[in-house]
């Protein structure tokens, strides 16, 4: 059984990850254009070939190619050339694509109560008042045992504590209307970047991302993020969630001869960006428990700075592709990352770092000892697979194709928060209706038991009562039905 994924040679050396090692985590960082696209891609493939299921976001769109067989490059020719590489094959990958909008891929949901308060406040960008306003919310739904799976269910279920905030604040704390305004105001944003598609069931299943083929190749789930880039707080903290549901469902495996599942975050600056304490405490510690549950966190970004140093400090697997130097900022970065690798005496590493060329990179790995070994100066070992995009029709035809195609292509809306809700309103109109209508004719019997001997004018009265209170019932329903339709597309309301 192969052990190891070779990665890079330096002189007549090949640089080679340990699988034992694969899940103390990575990082590949560089400047754009130097590579690190290609050098995720070279991992990718490589964990895929040994049974490793893989996920990755493919920002720029130009991942799609695993799944297609390299060729006829001569950039890669000439790499494999240069390397001396007299085993290579060019070979595809077994891909499955993942679309948030079910437009590349096949689509990715969860439920409004599997997000949990702390990621959704971070997606609606609430402040600290209001965050605790939302998990007063959430915690008053499990208790009334109402599912919150939509936002239509979530915004119900905002407008049923803002409406009864007298009641609730005696036994959850105060609720204010201008905290439940803030949070419906942030579904309404989210909403217009797409977010009700992502909310709803069925919900994703964590073990269709830890799939291989009949030829035992892990599977690599390729999650189209071009349009979702375009949100990039939904980005982020998508693949947050997507992390702490790994962390919370898989069993506790120790320490595996190879990962279970290894994890890309590409662009992982977005990941920390105004991210409150409490969360950025969670992040650290699901990074530095998730080794063993079998799982391998790979951060790709420009500059290591943009990641917690508690965070940085456990990513084992370093490749660091070239650094610019122009700017102070600039040049700390470079001397950041100089001072994370093991020194290699036969150069400077701080000046190295803004000399390397596209497909170079100083690499450094863990040893069998999990111990970082001496940086070295090494050209990254081209992709089996195909460099750039595939077809439309490709990825079309590989998504009919794929081992999940049809799981996941029809909604289900099933009874949750919005129709419990809805129905309790209804219920009390009636109620409300039907006692005020038994008030009315009771009274109209009495008027006409005391009333003179003008019977024409008593039946008339009571019919016109009668019509009115049947004009005034059927009136108030058509009205009610109204102001629902009108605001169901306001809020964008989905049924």
Known sequence: MQTFIPIARAGDTDLELLLSMANRHGLIAGATGTGKTVTLQLLAEGFSRVGVSVFLADVK????????????????????????????????????????????????????????????????????????????????????????????????????????????????????????????????????????????????????????????????????????????????????????????????????????LVFFFDEAHLLFEDVPRALLEKIEQVVRLIRSKGVGIYFVTQNPLDIPDNVLGQLGNRVQHALRAFTPRDQKAVRAAAETFRANKNFNVEEVITQLSVGEALVSLLDQKGSPTIVEKALIMPPRSQLGIITSEERSKLIRSSIIAGIYDRVIDRESAYEKIKGKLQSDRFQNDSTENEGRSEKSQSLEKTRPATVGRARQSIAEAFVKSTVRTIGSSIGRQLIRGIMGSLMGSRR
């Open 61 to 260: 769109g130009d991942l799609s190619g695993i799944a297609k067989s390299g060729g006829n490059n001569p950039k890669v020719a000439d790499r494999v050339s240069q390397l001396g590489l007299s085993d290579y094959k060019v070979e595809a990958s077994p891909v499955v694509f993942w679309d948030l909008f079910g437009e590349q891929g096949h689509p990715v949901r969860t439920t409004i109560s599997e997000m949990g308060p702390l990621l959704l406040g971070r997606l609606l960008n609430l402040n600290e008042t209001q965050s605790g306003v939302l998990h007063i919310v959430f915690k008053i739904a499990d208790d009334r045992g109402l599912l919150l799976l939509d936002l239509k269910d979530l915004r119900a279920m905002l407008q049923e504590v803002g409406e009864n905030a007298q009641e609730y604040t005696t036994s959850y704390g105060n609720v204010s209307a201008a905290s439940i305004g803030a949070v419906q105001r942030g579904l309404l944003m989210l909403e217009e970047q797409g977010a009700e598609l992502f909310f709803a069931e069925p919900a994703l299943n964590i073990e269709d991302l830890l799939q291989t083929d009949q030829n035992g190749r892990g599977i690599v789930n390729i999650l189209s993020a071009n349009k979702l880039m375009q949100s990039p707080k939904l980005y982020s903290t998508f693949l947050l969630w997507l992390l702490t549901e790994l962390f919370e469902k898989l069993p506790e495996v120790g320490d595996l001869d190879k990962p279970k």
